[in-house]
């Protein structure tokens, strides 16, 4: 069923792939964007059904009964099992089922009857994509494959977009080419047997909340084993961040209980107040068996570093480019250990704590249990009364507040109250965007308020999606650079199964002023130590950054010239000129140049490498 041409190299942690159906017109297409190297699914006609990039260890395919599935990427399920799943398909629907019961990070591709089904995971860290091409619509796991088919430039709104700091749901979530279509995270793609007519079929939904955290430990801690186990199962030797911190620190004691050799490795900050390595050595007291390597904190790469280099192959924006020489330094060192695969805690922030939002509806159907926890939250983060109860009484609609959003894109940066109890992190343009580019993001803004639904009518549930999903943006992007260094990553965490567990815990028990993750410590009492539970803190990297700043600023002022956003009419190069020349500038520290940065970076890179966008 599998062709390999010789010349293929694709390792580990580096698929992606387009999707066609059954037919000669949708043949031909496949054979015109297939390239040396691109591996074939064919449907049991022989026609092209998948084509693309996969390493075998990434791919379990099954026929049976006239139907066809494929799974791509992390999945425990064997070829029998997925076989004895094809039997008895009856209807492309019936995979909802499927996917929601299976643990790890995949894409599922099923075919039944002439018709096709393509879907990624809920958490957006894989994603599915579409467009016509010669009059057949095809699916890919990247915009940029289906826009070098069409040979199309990116819209020049949409890059205007993405200069909001931050791009609210949904404005994030569309493709840079309006004539690639993007697939919510949370639906799947039905392509006709017609190979031209298509269409969204929601597959997943949050869980309810209301599990009480005594019930859910277990679930999730099951969940995560799972998670982990579905990475680690195979021996080996695999590597873990071990930042002391409560996520890393619990993949690490997961894999070692795992048939895999562990090998740990922890990156001290260089702000004499950081205690990560610290509570990391505290961790590996317990973990005799795992090798621990501490980097040099003053041989690691800063915040904004190599910015001008990077060529990597990215199908949008992503603020990513920031982290990118950091989150890859360690990579080669811990493969060169053996590591066949880095696994990281990336996303336990999002899923193990929760948005203070949820308190906005908690104070109308709970309010003396809310109000105790709100005076909590005000003495934490500092909350001005006045502001709180601005925020508590806001009952705007999500559409609404995306629209009002709109005519304040040049105010200061929100309040954390207003953000922390609202619908999220209003969006905000800075000096340097042109008033151009302010049109254009004003238009998107108004267009998606007028047809937008919240992720959940529970504010702080949406803002919980909201998160999880933007972070996913970016991992899925440093995922692909990993893979390109050698050593493949993979992020737990944010599985669609842990995902699950964690968000159906009650909010109240999920986020507290008076306890830092219960949810993690909870499901994670008799795996970890409680000597390394007890950290109620996490490192923030802030000096790195600031550092970074100072010591790139030569890089910073070369990425304005000759700028393409510049060219494009979106940016004030001058202005962009002037702050690079003074890192210490007023709100820097606030990142308010990292989506400015990433829209640049991108474009530098889409024109340089534009013959290298990955072709199925």
């Known amino acids: 069923m599998t062709e390999l041409h010789e010349s293929a190299r694709t390792g580990p942690g580096d698929a ?25 699914l064919a449907h049991a006609s022989g026609r092209p059904w998948l084509v693309g990039h996969w390493h075998d260890e990434e791919v379990v395919t099954a026929e049976a009964g006239g139907a066809a599935l494929a799974v791509i990427g992390c999945c425990p399920i064997d070829a029998g099992e997925l076989r004895r799943r094809a039997a008895r398909l009856r209807d492309l ?18 075919a039944l009857g002439g018709r096709i089904r393509v879907q990624g995971t809920a958490s957006g860290l894989r994603l599915v994509f579409h467009a016509e091409i010669d009059g057949v619509r095809v699916a890919a796991t990247r915009a940029d494959t289906l826009a070098a088919a069409l040979d199309l430039d990116p819209d020049v709104e949409e890059v205007a ?40 079929t929601r597959w997943w939904t949050p869980p309810e909340p209301d599990q009480p955290l005594t019930r859910a430990a277990p679930m999730i801690r099951e969940a ?20 002391g911190g409560l996520d890393s620190t619990s993949v690490c004691f997961l894999a070692d209980r795992s048939p895999a050799r562990v090998v ?49 192959l990215l199908d949008e924006p992503t603020i990513g480019v920031m982290d990118r020489s950091r989150v890859l330094h360690h990579l080669p060192g811990l493969a060169a250990r053996g590591s066949r695969l880095h696994l990281t805690g990336i996303g336990g922030d999002h899923v193990a704590w929760c948005s203070e939002a949820y308190y906005h509806r908690m104070l109308r159907t709970r309010p003396l249990f809310a109000m105790r926890q709100l005076r909590g939250f005000r003495a934490l983060w500092q909350w001005p009364l006045d502001g709180t109860v601005r925020a508590l009484a806001d009952s705007r609609p ?25 619908w999220g992190m209003a969006p905000r343009l800075f000096d340097w965007v042109t008033p151009q580019a302010e049109g254009m993001a004003r238009r998107a803004l108004h267009a998606a ?4 639904s919240p992720l959940h009518p529970d504010r702080g549930m949406h803002s919980d999606l909201e998160q999880i999903r933007s972070c996913t943006r970016v991992i899925r992007q440093w995922d692909r650079m990993a893979a390109g260094v050698g050593l493949p990553m993979a ?40 000597a390394c539970l007890r950290r109620a803190d996490k490192a923030t990297a802030s000096m790195d950054a600031s550092n970074g700043l100072r010591e790139h600023r030569a890089d910073l002022l070369a990425l304005w010239e000759d700028s393409r956003l510049e060219a494009l009419g979106l940016v004030d190069g001058a202005a962009l000129r002037r702050l690079a020349r003074r890192p210490a500038s007023p709100g820097l520290s606030d990142a308010i140049l990292y989506s400015t940065i990433a829209a640049e970076v991108w474009l530098r890179g889409l024109a340089r490498k534009r013959a290298r966008v990955p072709r199925p």
Not at 169 to 182: C, D, I
Request: hydrophobic letters at 45%; aromatic letters at 8%.
């Open 16 to 40: 992606h792939f387009a999707v066609f159906t059954d037919r000669a017109d949708a043949a031909a297409v496949a054979r015109s964007l297939a390239r040396t190297g691109s591996r074939t």
């Open 93 to 110: 629907s019936e995979l909802d089922t499927l996917a929601r019961s299976l643990p790890g990070s995949f894409h599922l591709v099923g």
């Open 161 to 200: 977009v993405r200069l909001l700091w931050p791009a609210p749901y949904p404005l994030f979530e569309t493709s840079l080419w309006r004539a690639v279509t993007a697939v919510p995270p949370q639906d799947a793609l039905i392509v006709a047997a017609d190979g031209r007519t298509v269409r969204h």
């Open 224 to 243: 995560l084993q799972e998670a982990v186990g579905a990475r680690t199962r195979q021996g080996g030797v695999v590597s873990c961040d071990l930042s």
């Open 264 to 312: 740990a490795g922890t990156w001290p900050g260089r702000d004499p107040a950081d205690t990560d390595l610290e509570w990391a050595r505290k961790a590996v007291s317990h973990l005799p068996d795992v090798e621990h390597v501490v980097w040099d904190a003053d041989a690691s790469p800063l915040v904004y570093e190599d910015l001008l280099t990077i060529d990597d």
């Open 398 to 422: 999500y559409g609404r507040w995306l629209a009002e959003a709109a005519g304040h894109l040049r105010d200061p940066l929100p309040p954390s109250v207003a953000t922390g109890l609202g």
């Open 449 to 452: 308020a007028a047809t937008v």
């Open 491 to 530: 992020s737990p965490f944010l599985d669609d199964r842990v995902i699950e567990a964690c968000l159906a815990v009650r909010p109240g028990e999920r986020v507290t002023p008076w306890a830092y993750k219960p949810v993690l410590s909870a499901a994670m009492r008799g795996v970890v130590p409680e």
